[in-house]
């Protein structure tokens, strides 16, 4: 019986994890990508040119948008029809901007069919050590970016009953970390946020994706380096870093699908199950593969938490034995 139940289940996951189902089609559609200048953003762009759509990039670095335009353009579909833009904006210090940008630029470009929020940055450190300087860059980056452009083009979207929303979070939105507790809290809120709008906006045909990348090889990702402590570095190295171009197919190809989660790896996977909650159900396959394997992947991650606390104890005996040597 045991047997018959692995197998059934090892079926389950096959289907789940290679089933798509219909993809949504973004050929001569408007795809707007936040924080689209360097990394997972502007591998994104580049994979909806690639796809035919008329792309729109968004950050704050004049010179690196225009860099980055030029390599989305040699990667267009169709060269002569498809429109590459880019905006500078600030998506997370004023509401009223925001809207009025992403309106102008539905005049000129067409209205947004894929809002893909990836602005966001992490700076590390533990609670006690985190500026509230800090704290409010990435509450205004990382969260209100994603809420200000979101609530920007979701009555458009309503309206016409078709569209996709992107919010681009992060494993730690599933775990608390050491080192990450200002970091954890924003990507934590976004995880609300989705779940919130996709019940809102599943009615009028817009879905929502949740993009829930590990450490992932961008230039943000060695900025955040520079700020983490010892213990979030080994914690970080139990997971592998994947490359932005990784992160960004697999975003795009969920987002098609209509799936709620986005996720890279085994360990993604189990996250996601474990958390799942009350989160949104796409299929009954993905209901029965969660149900039956949240118990054990507890068991697991039992195990995880384990190895996380000692990592820590031995950071905070090395740094005690250090202290007496001095």
């Keep these: 019986m045991a047997i018959l139940l692995l197998i059934l289940i090892t ?29 997972i953003g502007k591998c994104v762009a580049i994979t909806a040119a690639k796809h035919g759509a008329h792309v729109t990039i968004i950050a704050r670095d004049v010179q690196k948008l225009e860099a980055a335009r030029n390599e989305i353009i040699h990667a267009c579909k169709n060269k002569d029809t498809q429109k590459i833009e880019y905006l500078s904006l600030d998506v997370g210090q004023d509401y009223e901007a925001v809207e009025k940008a992403l309106s102008d630029l539905e005049r000129t470009m067409g209205p947004i069919y894929m809002l893909v929020n990836c602005a966001g940055t992490a700076i590390c450190g533990k609670i006690e050590d985190t500026r509230a300087t800090d704290l409010k860059k990435m509450i205004d980056l990382n969260f209100l970016g994603s809420y200000y452009c979101t609530k920007a083009v979701v009555q458009r979207m309503k309206a016409t009953q078709e569209g996709i929303i ?36 599943t009615p009028y045909n817009v879905s929502v994706t949740l ?59 189990m996250l996601t199950v474990l958390c799942s909650g009350m989160a949104p159900v796409g299929s009954i396959t993905e209901l029965f593969v969660q149900s039956v394997l949240m118990g054990p992947f507890r068991l697991i991650s039992a195990f995880y938490l384990i190895h996380f606390k000692r ?12 202290k007496k040597s001095e």
């Design 11 to 39: 079926l389950l996951l096959v289907r789940y994890y290679f089933s798509r189902g219909h993809l949504k089609n973004v050929n001569n559609k408007h795809v707007v990508v936040t924080g689209g200048s360097s990394g």
């Design 166 to 201: 992107v919010l681009t979070s992060s494993q730690a939105a599933l775990l608390g970390i050491f080192g990450y507790s200002a970091y954890c809290s924003t990507k934590f809120a976004l995880r609300g946020l989705a779940e919130s709008i996709s019940m809102e906006l």
């Design 211 to 269: 993009c829930l990348p590990p450490d992932t090889d961008t230039p943000g990702f060695a900025v955040e380096e520079l700020t983490k402590p010892l213990e979030t570095k080994l914690i970080s190295e139990t997971s592998s870093l994947v490359s932005p171009e990784v992160v960004a197919n697999k975003l795009f190809k969920d987002a098609l699908a209509g799936k709620f989660f986005s996720t890279i790896g085994v360990e993604g996977f």
């Design 311 to 322: 990592i820590i104890k031995n950071c905070i005996k090395t740094r005690d034995k250090n």
